[in-house]
């Protein structure tokens, strides 16, 4: 079990069970869980709905969209079945929260869940884990058979006249399913490919039927917010970004790990107070402020909030939490490679953007750092990835491109030094592992 | 639906709500470029060759899956889409091996001409490119995954066009692969739409590959030989020393009634005609009973010479004709004129495989319930009464399959054995082999209490349908068609086809290759004898002479050689049958391929047929019945109205009418057409059917353009009361089989085998 880091400035709400023990069923009861979900079958749909709007929770898989908003799109009547579906996929690099919520806090999961559920009318709910969190399905598994004998979940639940079932399934290894609707066919048993949008999985979704895709950090949150109440919790967030956020520290911070911070907390600080700074005291080369996919900061750039809207002004994103701190050592090109050599592995290769555009940045970037490289290389990686962006099929295209652009756009001197011939003249120390469970 | 109105590079346009861009832009004449996209397969978004900016819309959108909105601005030809498009194709040409100069698609690829058109002449790129070795996959199916795009055509066309669904896609990003989902070879119907709708040179076909640059064929439209479906196909032939001959067959131009199919045996099965066994040479049989080649003039001379001192000391009724179902119906026409006239024989029959006269009978004169191969894409329901139209009529399933597919048509199937279109069917019901007749008894019956639930349910849901197709094979014959009918015309709107075999089965019957028939179903006053009676009478000696063009009774009936000892017996066939093994006489003759007419499928579809190869030393069925007349000192003119003063007549009146030549002149006056400069033109006897036989007085100007014209024979008075359906023979061919035609097509023999080991396999 990975160890937990904590700070004084984190305000832990979604990571409050860690290492509590919750995965049992009765201590979560004793730590308060299985409240809210009380709560909600008494109030009913709407006031669910309008409390999580009021909450301001965005969703934490990445896009931020407004959870309370999403589930309303959900039609009231639907010929088909209706569902529940939690994301947790996690693969993006960098990001290692989810997996934390599996392993600490399943019943969370299940009673946001259950919750959502509640909200759009559906009977059934799934929790897709990611294909090498196999070892993690037993743990959910359990915890769901616990909710199921406790009455929790089946028919009328907690008493009611409710009726709703959970099961919980891993993918195959890919990182692509983590894309909703990719995610429903991958569920469905098929290739995992996304589909064509609109229609929009609130509209169709699952087995055709209407669905809330949401991720699994969002979800572990919704019990949280009843129990805090909505207003106290948009409180704790930023203007517009609710309550708190688990940011995954890695790379060449002192002290790695998973933090709970309020959303807008200062991105500077989070590195030089809360993850105590760089190791060895060297100086901060770059930040990857949310995840491998999102455009990478330089050290003057991170004195800014971090929530959905305040990266996106400073040219990058918020995305899935994953701060990746990087020090004087690492060579700019062979990050670039590392990262494009993830985005190529994983790009799912239905459509010619992304699967030839990953392709050939990875040959060109590989060839570019070992030594061999021309001028026109660079301009190539470059208009690869401004070819790509915006134009793929789904967002894992942009994935690639963003960084790919930010990395030659910042660090361009970087690149130009690789092409007299001799391997990566940065290359005293290697790459760090990014954050990987 | 409601149209909405939008407008594209500046122009305002109106299309129906619904209209995706792309093909709204296309109806205005503005080309969105695309790869994935094919018109009736799913969406793919996947080539993003079609992008457009749409205002208001934060991205580049895919044409081919928006629909068009009120008011949406759309641009196609901005700099920012030109550079999209661009870049679209240099990253597809990155790792494309570019062998162009030697690829099958070399010339008709979408890719050469869309970087034509779009750009990409140069490569930005150095780095290897990925590679995989080309594979086979059956008898005719070969890939070379570095020429793929990943289109995914092919893998859709198999699944929903086909409903077979042997193509997967394999492994991801560039590593993605198009594979057979039986691993290494395709278990399948062979039909090659992967093939034919591949926009590149990914999947080649074994007859084709590199074998020929496509501008060095010339390319014929025609209709394919095999089934009774009557597809075009068009076909590449190449001049060779022994003639034109066909290196491939597909589907170039789509513009056939089948759309955008074609089976395995209309793709492949051209290659009898390039049969080494052809007969090229006409052979007589010498004293030491051998047969021998021989010069035409004195094979021509023998056969006139022997016919007419038979028809003379014999008479005709010991003479007999048989002709082919894959004879033009100016050849079948001609044919049966010529027995009737200078053979004054009324024995002429052909292989019958279904029960046409007995439909047409049933029928009456409610010509207008006549359905057509097209009806079945479009009805909302449809009643198939026997017949396994996946196996025997591929473009009939997969006309089903489509209108299943993109209209929802109910599909309802009594059969006594499993089909593969119950797929696709509402409801299923289950007989017995013997148990046609009463089925359709009970469909007919008003209300009767003693039937089965079933067999009830299936009934009261075809009698609610408004517009039924009802398409019955030839379990059913004889006087059990008539309750069907009667059943269809009870209903508000219903169309009827009978399933027949070959490509001209229907022609041969309406051109009354029938003992009890001349053209058109008009009856004759004495009936001779039918295809297996003249066998019978040869083997009794009671047959003098059988002239037999385009069958193979011997073979086919399994009869004995010596049956024949004592008929003086003529072949006119491209090979060396068993029945020609047994003649006097074998003139070798031309196959479809190699001549022009028309024929007309078992929906009573006319079309034309149009020379697309030859092969030296062979002549046309047409004209070797013509140099037999005129040895024989008959007059020309009486069998083909050419030149001035033409006369005609249908066979029946043993000589010549007067007033035929006025007649005839007057008709083509009023049809615009000329008289025919010689008498080996078809067109010459085509006239006269349109002129003579009922229901074949279609446009002649539409049928040129190649369009389907319906002819709809009425049954003529006094109609037999047996139309002689005891000696009917279904031909039972599977996909991978074609009569004895079929025999001689190297292809589809190798892919039966191929076929047929897999069903073994698989059977364990
Ligand atoms: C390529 C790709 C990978 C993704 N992977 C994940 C993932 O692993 N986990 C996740 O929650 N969302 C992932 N997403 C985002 C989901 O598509 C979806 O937006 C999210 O699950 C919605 O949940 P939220 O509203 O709670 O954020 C991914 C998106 C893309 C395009
Ligand atoms: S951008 Fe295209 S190839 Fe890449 S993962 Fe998405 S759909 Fe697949
Ligand atoms: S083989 Fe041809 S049709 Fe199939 S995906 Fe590749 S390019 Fe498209
Ligand atoms: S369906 Fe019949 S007519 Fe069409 S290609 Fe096949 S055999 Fe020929
Ligand atoms: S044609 Fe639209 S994406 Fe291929």
């Known amino acids: 079990m990975p160890t937990l880091v904590s700070h004084p400035e984190e305000v832990r709400i979604v990571s409050s069970r860690f290492g509590q023990g919750a995965a049992e069923i009765d201590r979560y009861l004793e730590l308060g869980g299985y409240q809210s979900v009380r709560k909600a079958i008494d109030q009913g749909p709407d006031w669910i709905i309008a409390q999580m709007k009021a909450s301001n929770l965005r969703g934490r898989g990445g896009a931020g969209f407004p959870t309370g908003m999403k589930w309303s799109f959900v039609p009231k009547q639907s010929a088909k079945p209706k569902y529940v579906l939690v994301n947790g996929d996690e693969s993006e690099p960098g990001t290692c929260k989810d997996h934390l919520i599996f392993l600490h806090d399943p019943h969370a999961v299940i009673e946001g869940t259950i919750i959502a559920g509640l909200a759009i009318g559906a009977k059934m709910g799934f929790i897709y884990l990611r294909g090498e969190y196999r070892y993690l399905l037993k743990i959910m598994e359990k915890a769901i058979a ?49 589909r064509i949008k609109p229609p929009f999985p609130a509209v169709v979704g699952l087995y055709g039927g209407p669905t809330v895709i949401n991720n699994a950090e969002t979800i572990a949150t919704v019990p949280h917010i009843f129990r805090i109440g909505a207003e106290e919790y948009a409180k704790i967030g930023s203007e517009r970004n609710g309550g708190t956020r688990l940011f995954c520290v890695s790379g060449h911070a002192a ?83 590392r990262t494009i050599a993830f985005y190529q592995h994983e790009s799912c290769g239905w459509c010619i953007p992304c699967r030839e ?81 | 639906m409601a149209d909405v109105t939008f407008t594209v590079d500046g122009r305002q346009l109106t299309a129906p709500a619904g209209t995706l861009v792309i093909e709204a832009c296309r109806a205005a004449g503005i080309e969105i470029p695309a790869f994935c996209y094919y018109p009736g397969l799913s969406l793919q978004a996947a080539c993003r060759m079609c992008l457009v900016r749409i205002e208001k819309m934060p991205k580049l959108q895919t044409a081919c899956t928006t629909p068009v909105g009120e008011g949406m601005v759309i641009a196609t030809e901005t700099d920012e889409i030109k550079q999209a498009r661009k870049s679209m194709l240099e990253l597809l040409l990155a790792n494309h091996p570019l062998d162009c100069p030697v690829c099958d698609a070399g010339g008709e690829c979408e890719l050469q001409d869309m970087t034509f058109k779009y750009g990409a002449g140069g490569s930005k790129f150095t780095d290897i490119k990925n590679h995989r070795d080309e594979q086979q996959w059956s008898p005719v199916v070969f890939f070379d995954r570095p020429r793929c795009i990943l289109c995914y055509r092919c893998v859709r066309v198999c699944n929903e066009g086909m409903d077979v669904a042997a193509l997967g896609i394999q492994f991801r990003n560039s590593g993605a692969v198009i594979a057979p989902n039986d691993i290494t070879s395709l278990d399948c119907e062979q039909c ?22 496509p501008w060095e064929l010339t390319h014929v439209g025609t209709i394919c030989t095999h089934c009774g479906d009557g597809c075009k196909t068009t076909l590449g032939a190449r001049r060779e020393e022994n003639g034109m001959q066909i290196v491939r067959g597909d589907n170039r131009d789509k513009s056939g009634m089948n759309g955008d199919f074609l089976c395995v045996k209309g793709r492949y099965a051209f290659d009898f005609a390039n049969n080494p066994e052809r ?62 006239g200078p053979l004054q024989t009324a024995n ?4 019958r495989t279904t029960d046409y006269p007995g439909f047409v009978k049933a029928l009456g004169g409610e010509t207008a319930h006549f359905g057509s191969i097209a009806d079945a894409l479009t009805a909302p329901a449809i009643l198939l009464v026997g017949g396994d139209p996946t196996e025997e009529h591929p473009l009939l399933a997969w006309n089903l399959r489509t209108n299943f597919r993109h209209n929802g048509s109910r599909i309802y199937i009594a059969n006594h054995r499993a089909i593969k279109l119950e797929h696709q069917a509402k409801a299923t019901l289950r007989i017995s082999y013997g148990g ?18 079933e067999t009830a349910h299936f009934r009261d849901a075809l009698r609610a349908e408004q517009n039924l197709l009802i398409v019955f094979g030839a379990e059913l014959r004889g006087d059990a068609i008539a309750p069907l009918i009667q059943f269809g015309l009870s209903l508000p709107a219903a169309k009827f086809a009978c399933l027949g075999d070959f490509a001209n089965s229907r022609g041969a019957m309406d051109m009354g290759l029938h003992p009890a028939f001349t053209p058109g179903y008009q009856a004759v006053s004495t009936v001779g004898l039918s295809l297996p009676q003249m066998m019978d009478a040869a083997g009794r000696n009671e047959l003098a002479a059988l002239y037999v063009v385009g069958d193979d009774p011997v073979g086919r009936l399994g009869l004995a050689p010596e049956s024949l000892r004592n008929t003086f017996l003529v072949v006119q066939d491209m090979f060396l049958t068993a029945t020609a093994q047994v003649a006097d006489v074998v003139l070798p003759s031309a196959s479809l391929y190699e001549k022009s007419g028309t024929v007309t499928n078992t929906y009573g579809d006319l079309q034309p047929v149009k020379k697309a190869a030859d092969t030296t030393g062979v002549r046309s069925d047409l004209e070797l019945i013509i140099r037999i007349a005129d040895q024989m000192g008959e007059d020309i003119r009486a069998l083909v109205p050419f030149g001035r003063g033409e006369r005609g007549d249908m066979g029946q009146s043993r000589g010549v009418q007067s ?56 049954a003529g008075s006094n109609f037999p009361v047996s139309t002689g359906s005891e000696s009917i023979q279904p031909a039972n061919d599977t996909l991978f089989t074609s009569g004895t035609l079929g025999q001689y097509s190297e292809k589809l023999t190798e892919v039966n085998r191929f076929q047929a080991e897999k069903t073994l396999v698989a059977a364990g």
């Open chain 2, 436 to 453: 046609y007749a009463d089925l359709v008894r009970s469909l007919a019956a008003s209300d009767d209490a003693s039937l089965p639930a």
């Open chain 2, 348 to 351: 002429i029959d052909h292989h």
């Open chain 2, 659 to 714: 007033g035929e030549a006025d007649r005839h002149a007057v008709w083509l006056a009023a049809h615009n057409l000329e008289p025919k400069l010689s008498p080996f033109d078809p067109d010459a006897l085509l006239d006269e059917i349109q002129r003579l036989v009922p229901g074949y007085d279609v446009d002649r100007f539409a049928l040129m353009a190649g369009e389907p014209q319906p002819v709809r024979v009425a």
């Open chain 2, 279 to 340: 007969l090229t040479q006409p052979l007589v049989r010498q004293p030491d009973g051998k047969l021998a080649p021989a010069r035409w003039e004195d094979a021509i001379a023998l056969v006139a010479r022997r016919f007419r001192e038979i028809r003379e000391e014999r008479g005709g009724a010991a003479m007999g004709v048989i002709g082919s179902t894959r004879i033009t119906n100016e050849e079948a026409y001609l044919l049966q004129k010529f027995a009737r």
């Open chain 2, 192 to 213: 090659g739409m992967c093939i034919d709708l591949c926009p590149v040179g990914a999947l080649t076909s074994d007859t084709y590959r590199y074998k020929t640059r």
């Open chain 1, 357 to 437: 555009g990953t392709d050939w940045l990875k040959k060109t970037l590989t060839r570019l750092h070992a030594g061999a490289g021309e001028m026109r290389d660079i301009d190539n990686v470059r208009y690869l990835a401004e070819n790509m962006l915006g134009r793929t099929f789904c967002p894992l295209g942009d994935a690639a491109a963003m960084p790919t652009i930010a990395f030659v756009k910042k660090f361009r001197q970087e690149f130009e030094d690789h092409l007299d011939g001799k391997p990566c003249p940065h290359a005293r120390h290697t790459v760090p592992e990014l954050a990987a469970v």
């Open chain 1, 255 to 337: 002290r790695n790990g998973v933090y709970e911070l309020p959303m807008g907390y200062n991105l500077k600080r989070l590195i030089y107070e809360v993850a105590g700074g760089i190791r060895d005291g060297r100086p901060l080369k770059a930040v990857v402020p949310g995840g491998s996919s999102t455009p990478v900061l330089l050290p003057n750039e991170i004195d800014i909030g971090l929530d959905f809207d305040q990266v996106g002004k400073a040219g990058s994103m918020l995305g899935s939490g994953g701060v990746v701190v990087l020090d004087d050592t690492v060579c700019m090109v062979d990050f670039a490679l």
């Open chain 1, 146 to 194: 616990d909710a199921y004998a406790k009455g929790f979940l089946g028919k009328g639940i907690f008493g009611s006249q409710f009726d709703f079932e959970v099961v919980s399934q891993t993918g195959a290894g890919a990182y692509e399913v983590g894309e909703e609707s990719a995610l429903m066919e991958s569920l469905e048993g098929k290739r995992g490919v996304p």
